[in-house]
Structure formats: C-alpha cells, structure tokens
C-alpha cells in the first residue's frame, strides 16, 4: 500500500483524521481503492494515446515534432536572427 511505502521511506503521510490504520480499515479501503483507480485512469490514458498515435502514423499524419514547413521556416528566422 502506498501509505506503508511512504513511511517505509520516512515520509510522515497525515490525514486531518488521523494516521492512516492499513487496508483493513474502512478509511485504509478508500484509499487503496482510490490508488488504484487513479492507476486505472493513467493506464487508460496511456493506451488511448498510444492508440491515437498509431492511428495517426497509418494515416500518415504527425503526433509531435515540426513537420518540413515548420522546419524551414524555423531555419529561415533563424538564419535571419529573428530566433529566440
């Protein structure tokens, strides 16, 4: 659990209703259920994104980066001192 992981590392984790008490107390169960929804959610997020970038390669579009017209005119302004 992450609370016995924090203070297995010295870090003090303290809730306005007291020290966490393990899974097996109700509060303990929330937070543990809420740990791994947020693991869930971030897991999710991932996947789709990745799902998203492939879908865009097999459509040959870009997923970051300049493409060739930005990068010739990032070169242009630069070659004319007009960079950052």
Do not use: N, W
């Amino acid at each position: 659990m992450l609370a016995e992981k924090l203070k297995a590392s010295d870090v003090d984790l303290e809730f306005l209703a007291g020290e966490p008490r393990g899974s097996h107390d109700p509060a303990g169960v929330v937070f543990t259920v809420l740990a791994v929804m947020s693991g869930m959610k971030r897991e999710y997020i991932r996947d789709r994104t990745l799902e998203g970038h492939e879908s865009a390669r097999k459509r040959d579009k870009t997923t970051g980066g300049a493409d060739p017209d930005m990068l010739s005119m990032a070169l242009h302004l630069r070659d004319q001192e007009m960079s950052c």
